[in-house]
C-alpha cells in the first residue's frame, strides 16, 4: 500500500498507467452519467466554456438558437467536469510537492519567443479561441472527440487523433527547429 501511495504522490506517471486511468474515469463517468442524468454525458471541456459564456451570447443575440438550445448557459456537467480537472490537477501537485507559483514566460517560451509577459498572454489567448473556434468546427475537442469518441469507438474520433498527433508534429517542428 505504501508503494501505491508514493507512486500517488510521484511528480510523473508512466504514460501507460495515466492513459489506462484516463479510459477508466471516461468509461465511469459514461457510466454514471448515464445512470444520473437523462442522458449519457462523454468527457469534453469545451462545451463548458460554451456554457459558461453562453448568458454574453444571449445577451448580444437573445434570439441565438445556439446559445439556446444547444449549447445553454448553466453549471452543466460538462462545466463540473472542468472545476474537477482544475481541482485535481492542484491537489495532484499539492500531493507530488510540485505545485509553486511561478512567473511567466518560462525558460523555453523565452528561449523561442523572447521575455515578454504580454506576448505571452497575447499567443495564448489566440491559441485558445482558435482552439475554441475549430473545437466547435469539429464537433469537440481533443477529450470530447479523441477520448471520448474513442471510448465509443466513433470513426471521426480515430481520424481527428491522426490529424492531432500530426499537426502537433508540424507545428513542433516549425517552431521548434531553430532552436533544438
Given at each position: 500500500?505504501?508503494?501505491?501511495?508514493?507512486?500517488?504522490?510521484?511528480?510523473?506517471?508512466?504514460?501507460?498507467?495515466?492513459?489506462?486511468?484516463?479510459?477508466?474515469?471516461?468509461?465511469?463517468?459514461l457510466l454514471l452519467s448515464n445512470a444520473l442524468l437523462p442522458a449519457p454525458q462523454l468527457l469534453g471541456a469545451s462545451g463548458a466554456y460554451e456554457n459558461l459564456v453562453a448568458p454574453?451570447?444571449?445577451?448580444?443575440?437573445?434570439?441565438?438558437?445556439?446559445?439556446?438550445?444547444?449549447?445553454?448557459?448553466?453549471?452543466?456537467?460538462?462545466?463540473?467536469?472542468?472545476?474537477?480537472?482544475?481541482?485535481?490537477?492542484?491537489?495532484?501537485?499539492?500531493?507530488?510537492?510540485?505545485?509553486?507559483?511561478?512567473?511567466?514566460?518560462?525558460?523555453?517560451?523565452?528561449?523561442?519567443?523572447?521575455?515578454s509577459v504580454a506576448k505571452r498572454w497575447i499567443i495564448v489567448f489566440l491559441a485558445a479561441a482558435l482552439l475554441?473556434?475549430?473545437?466547435?468546427?469539429?464537433?469537440g475537442c481533443t477529450s470530447g472527440l479523441a477520448i471520448s469518441g474513442g471510448v465509443v469507438l466513433a470513426p471521426a474520433s480515430f481520424i481527428f487523433i491522426a490529424g492531432m498527433f500530426a499537426s502537433g508534429i508540424v507545428t513542433a517542428l516549425i517552431i521548434y527547429r531553430k532552436k533544438y
Open positions: 500500500m505504501n508503494k501505491f501511495v508514493a507512486y500517488l504522490k510521484s511528480p510523473e506517471w508512466s504514460p501507460y498507467v495515466a492513459g489506462a486511468g484516463l479510459g477508466v474515469v471516461t468509461i465511469l463517468a454574453v451570447g444571449l445577451a448580444l443575440d437573445p434570439n441565438n438558437l445556439y446559445f439556446k438550445s444547444i449549447m445553454p448557459p448553466g453549471i452543466t456537467w460538462a462545466v463540473l467536469s472542468l472545476v474537477g480537472v482544475f481541482l485535481g490537477g492542484l491537489v495532484s501537485a499539492r500531493l507530488s510537492g510540485t505545485f509553486k507559483w511561478r512567473k511567466l514566460p518560462d525558460k523555453q517560451w523565452t528561449e523561442i519567443f523572447g521575455p475554441e473556434y475549430a473545437a466547435g468546427i469539429a464537433g
